[in-house]
């Protein structure tokens, strides 16, 4: 969750309903493959930071991920998404990047 000076962060969660954004209230805008990841850019319909626009980097299929049904946006143990980008067209240059490097092995296990 973030810490917005504005109100509410999109991730806060309501007393009663579902997480914000909603994970299953969603369109996926675009997708790019890069080998075993995938960049969805998606539009959560119920969320207002950034007009409700992702860029989510998942480690899997693009297509596998946008037929779930369910894409949430939020890191959590057993979650393939492994990195969100600010959803600008630098964002997802940022994304390709990012999975053209780790294709590349260019990464470190910590």
Known sequence: MGISTLGRSCAARESNGP???????????QSIQVGIYAILKIKYLDCTNFE?????????NAE????RGIIDPHFYAKSDLIARFI???EGLSMAVNLCNLLMKGGHTRW
Do not use: A, D, W
């Open 19 to 29: 997480p914000n954004p909603n994970p299953s209230n969603y369109t996926v805008l």
């Open 52 to 60: 409700g626009n992702k860029i989510c980097v998942f480690k899997g």
């Open 64 to 67: 596998q991920i946008r037929l």
């Open 87 to 89: 959803p600008t067209e």
